[in-house]
């Protein structure tokens, strides 16, 4: 028998009469598609277990881009997501859809992608960690986030001055010309972190974040965020 890859289903559609066409992220592969055949026939249960948010063990074969998903397993409990906690989990894996090239692994934000879903269900505080994992996402993809120094001096960020984001760059000391994401020190020190926001905090990288991810996607906007919206 094979040896089971950790996975996630990230998205999903119908496949002809019978199988599902994934899209999964995996710990040692990165984003792969595969076919799941027979996934929707009446006598098998692989539709009920190839949901998202649920920790699973595959095995693929085939050489080309779209491989056949030949074995899967439960790798543990899915995470219950509930109210918007559900669009929260849809918004991090159309993150992954958009901004990962297949076939590029990314362990670690394997890891933080699972840690993210459990604290979501845990009913920890959807901002916060939408904000984690954005920066941890931005990083990994190596686009780099600078959040610990000013751009133009490389001073320490000092927690009660005011910057400027610029994008392409980074932080500077504001000097009231607008042309950059206004935002505190302390906002990015605790975004540098990983530490707790306050209420401006929270507001300030929502913002700042928000850019950035607008940035690196380009002029397609997200689904989801307009789903979410819609829906308030």
């Given at each position: ?52 948010f ?8 085939g ?31 159309e ?16 890891v933080?992608?699972?840690?993210t ?13 939408l ?9 990994e ?8 120094r ?30 950059g994401i ?20 929270r ?14 996607l ?8 307009e ?6």
């Open positions: 028998m094979n040896e089971l890859s950790p996975a996630f289903v990230i998205h999903r559609r119908d496949y002809r009469n019978t199988s599902l066409l994934l899209e999964l992220f995996l710990a040692n592969q990165g984003r792969i598609p595969a076919i799941a055949r027979g996934a929707k026939s009446g006598h098998s249960s692989r539709a009920l277990l190839l949901q998202p649920s920790p699973l063990g595959v095995t693929l074969t050489r080309g881009e779209v491989k056949n998903l030949t074995q899967v397993e439960p790798d543990g409990h899915p995470y219950r997501l509930k109210q918007e906690m559900i669009y929260c989990g849809i918004y991090l894996n993150l992954l859809m958009r901004l990962l090239q297949r076939g590029d692994p990314y362990p670690s934000l394997y933080h992608y699972q840690q879903l459990a604290r979501l269900a845990f009913g920890e505080s959807a901002n916060q960690c904000r984690d994992f954005e920066v941890s996402l931005v990083r993809l190596g686009y780099g986030l600078l959040l610990d000013t751009a133009d001096t490389n001073e320490p960020i000092s927690q009660g001055q005011i910057y400027e984001y610029h994008i392409e760059h980074g932080p500077v000391v504001a000097t009231g010309s607008g042309t206004g935002i505190h020190g302390q906002t990015l020190i605790s975004l540098h972190r990983g530490e707790r926001l306050d209420e401006r905090g507001v300030e990288a929502k913002q700042l974040m928000r850019r950035v991810i607008s940035y690196y380009g002029d397609k906007p997200l689904k989801s965020r789903l979410f919206q819609s829906l308030k």
